[in-house]
């Protein structure tokens, strides 16, 4: 599905930024220019680097083999 309209890119294609280390809004901007036309699709954009951000944060806990302890006064690995 396309993201942005004005420039063509599709979903996927940010998706394959956010795997190749491209994490922020800005950052997808400079690199394929969605959002930067007529800015419809920019709150879509931003919901899904938050979204996609939040499931490599996940992945990357995990595979540290750690886990955090929440709703503690001090967040920590345990």
Do not use: P
Not at 28 to 44: P, S, T, V
Not at 50 to 69: I, P, R
Request: overall charge negative; hydrophobic content about 30%.
């Amino acid at each position: 599905m396309l993201m942005c309209l004005c420039y063509g890119i599709s979903c996927h294609e940010i998706k394959k930024l956010m795997e190749n280390g491209i994490t922020t809004t800005e950052d997808i901007q400079r690199e394929c220019n969605a959002g930067l036309g007529c800015g419809c699709c920019l709150d879509a954009l931003v919901s899904m680097v938050e979204s996609e951000g939040s499931k490599q944060d996940k992945h990357s806990m995990s595979s540290s083999h750690a886990t955090v302890e929440l709703n503690s006064s001090l967040n920590r690995c345990l």
